[in-house]
């Protein structure tokens, strides 16, 4: 893959001074817009594909999931799961992977904000929970765009899991870090990672570009 991606700028050199503030008013006040019809239809998909395979099987949910690579890789590292892959682009899920998408896996779309709400609200737990290479949002003043910023990100809590985001931007694996704590109630380390196997597009470019990867994982319970 040619090595042609620039590293991230911004102006904010640490984390956020507004990051607890925000967190502690999304999850004093939870999020109540209405869902999309097609949120909810996906949800539907996802869920008869997952009792259709094997109802029992832990979930794995990759959150973002684009072209689908890292779903592919998940179904693959994971074969007594079953992952569903989310995105809100139908061009990004429509284009070509390196193989065929394995049985216990699939692809839908839907609006995150959603999915991850229609979720909760069904009482659905995750085993697994990726959040890779997300939007960075590295204006100063897009903080509430970024996922821990969010008013969704209380969420997570309740659907559980072992959370694992992964970013070449070190500021936002910190501030994720520091939000997962406090929704889980230990210290998340923000740590430096040199993947095996890399499992997006995203992850192969910015490698080839000699770019610093970071993650941050975390049990929800």
Same mark, same amino acid.
Not at 68 to 88: C, E, K, N, Y
Not at 212 to 221: H, P, Q
């Given at each position: /893959?040619?090595?042609?991606?620039r590293?991230?700028?911004?102006? +904010?050199?640490t984390?956020h001074?507004d990051l607890?503030?925000?967190l502690?008013r999304?999850?004093?006040?939870?999020?109540r817009q =209405?869902?999309a019809?097609?949120?909810?239809?996906?949800l539907?998909?996802? *869920?008869? &594909?997952h009792? &259709?395979?094997?109802?029992?099987?832990?979930?794995i949910?990759?959150?973002g999931?684009?072209?689908?690579?890292?779903?592919l890789? *998940?179904a693959? /590292?994971?074969?007594?799961?079953?992952?569903?892959g989310v995105? +809100?682009?139908a061009?990004?899920?429509?284009?070509?992977?390196?193989?065929e998408l394995?049985?216990n896996?699939?692809?839908?779309?839907?609006?995150?904000?959603?999915?991850?709400r229609?979720? &909760?609200r069904a009482? %659905?737990r995750?085993?697994?929970?990726?959040?890779l290479? =997300?939007?960075p949002? !590295?204006?100063i003043?897009h903080?509430?765009?970024r996922?821990?910023?969010?008013a %969704?990100f209380? %969420?997570?809590r309740e659907?559980?899991?072992l959370?694992?985001?992964?970013?070449?931007?070190r500021?936002?694996?910190?501030e /994720? &870090?520091l939000?997962l704590g406090?929704?889980?109630g230990? !210290?998340?380390?923000?740590?430096?990672? +040199? !993947?095996?196997?890399? /499992?997006t !597009?995203?992850?192969q470019?910015?490698?080839?570009?000699g770019?610093a990867?970071?993650?941050c994982?975390v049990?929800?319970?």
């Amino acid at each position: /893959m040619q090595a042609d991606s620039r590293p991230i700028s911004s102006a +904010q050199s640490t984390v956020h001074a507004d990051l607890e503030k925000l967190l502690r008013r999304h999850l004093a006040q939870p999020l109540r817009q =209405p869902f999309a019809a097609y949120s909810e239809r996906a949800l539907a998909a996802a *869920l008869a &594909a997952h009792a &259709a395979w094997n109802g029992a099987a832990p979930l794995i949910l990759d959150a973002g999931c684009g072209v689908g690579w890292s779903t592919l890789h *998940l179904a693959r /590292m994971f074969p007594q799961h079953f992952v569903i892959g989310v995105d +809100q682009s139908a061009d990004r899920l429509a284009r070509g992977k390196p193989a065929e998408l394995p049985a216990n896996a699939v692809l839908v779309r839907a609006d995150l904000v959603d999915f991850w709400r229609l979720l &909760a609200r069904a009482g %659905v737990r995750l085993d697994r929970h990726y959040n890779l290479y =997300p939007n960075p949002w !590295p204006k100063i003043g897009h903080l509430a765009r970024r996922w821990h910023g969010h008013a %969704v990100f209380p %969420v997570w809590r309740e659907l559980g899991g072992l959370v694992e985001c992964r970013s070449n931007w070190r500021i936002y694996i910190e501030e /994720m &870090a520091l939000a997962l704590g406090w929704l889980a109630g230990v !210290p998340v380390v923000a740590e430096p990672y +040199q !993947p095996e196997q890399t /499992m997006t !597009p995203f992850e192969q470019k910015y490698l080839a570009s000699g770019h610093a990867l970071w993650r941050c994982r975390v049990s929800l319970g």
